[in-house]
């Protein structure tokens, strides 16, 4: 069982940053990765980034890329994204989530992750 704790949401303005943080407990291993994933209202939950647990590769959504970082911080236990420029297009809920299936690249559908955190609010202002 791995459990998935989300925070650092908030209500920002067009430009700003934001990090978000998960923290994982529970069982984990390195070939795991761990993803990022946002659902705006009336839109399917769509995939934003992800990074095997081991620290590395990543991947990202191409509306996101140059723009978000997602880290591991192996003190804390925790999955981070980091998100520059802002805007209001990335208004949703975000959720961290893990895959346990072993896979060279971290996947990008949700339907591929096992393991949910509750979500925080994201929202941009214009």
């Known amino acids: 069982q791995v459990q998935l704790v989300e925070s650092g949401g908030g209500l920002v303005q067009t430009g700003d940053s934001l990090t978000l943080s998960c923290a994982v407990s529970g069982r984990t291993f390195n070939n795991y990765a761990m993803g990022w994933f946002r659902q705006a209202p009336g839109k399917e939950r769509e995939f934003v980034a992800a990074i095997k647990w081991s620290g590395g590769p990543t991947r990202y959504a191409n509306s996101v890329k140059g723009r978000f970082t997602i880290s591991r911080d192996n003190a804390k236990n925790t999955v981070d994204l980091q998100m520059n420029s802002l805007e209001p297009e990335d208004t949703a809920v975000y959720y961290c989530?893990?895959?346990?299936?072993?896979?060279?690249?971290?996947?990008?559908?949700?339907?591929?992750?096992?393991?949910w955190g509750q979500g925080t609010q994201v929202t941009v202002s214009s």
């Open positions: 989530a893990v895959d346990t299936t072993p896979a060279l690249m971290p996947r990008n559908s949700a339907l591929q992750y096992d393991y």
